[in-house]
């Protein structure tokens, strides 16, 4: 039996010096991005690497530098599609983040978000992540329940650590567990 490393002491990349990755998803609030540049500005990271992963597309290869080459899972589908996205979701970070701070790249990854976030961070020696609480609105919990969590799946799978910016609070006092 082949035995998983696991997380400990020597295996932590420190922030100073070393990026972090983080997930966008399509029409998250500015936040994360906002608190990934606000962390990495205090912690002395490197740089940010932005991902966002088309679970309707596949990975065909992996490369060093943490970008993939990827196909559409419906291989009669349109396949222009991801590039629109990718310039979208690029000049949306361009107008929160600027091109002031803690320099920073985007990859447009593929598949399962957990496995495809840990290649990116292996492949560019992460310290850690920052990702956002489940995305609010309708059929949220649905998608979660079908795709499972990604702070879980990230948690479970690899040994960075992952901040969590929360995008929908609970307010204890109005719901009936106070």
Do not use: C
């Amino acid at each position: 039996m082949t035995r998983v490393p696991q997380p400990a002491v020597e295996r932590m990349v420190p922030l100073a010096g070393h990026p972090l990755v983080v997930e966008i998803e399509l029409g998250q609030p500015e936040l994360v991005a906002l608190t990934a540049a606000m962390w990495a500005t205090a912690s002395g990271a490197s740089a940010l690497y932005f991902a966002f992963v088309d679970p309707g597309r596949y990975t065909l290869e992996e490369y060093p530098d943490g970008t993939v080459l990827h196909r559409p899972i419906d291989p009669d589908g349109v396949d222009e599609g991801w590039q629109e996205t990718q310039a979208h979701v690029e000049a949306h970070l361009r107008e929160v983040l600027g091109t002031d701070g803690v320099p920073w790249e985007f990859r447009y990854l593929a598949g399962r978000a957990d496995r495809a976030l840990t290649h990116l961070a292996r492949a560019v020696d992460a310290a850690g992540f920052v990702v956002g609480t489940r995305a609010p609105g309708p059929g949220a919990k649905v998608r979660e329940v079908l795709e499972g969590s990604l702070v879980a799946g990230l948690s479970h799978h690899q040994h960075r650590p992952v901040l969590v910016v929360p995008l929908e609070v609970v307010d204890w006092k109005a719901s009936h567990w106070s």
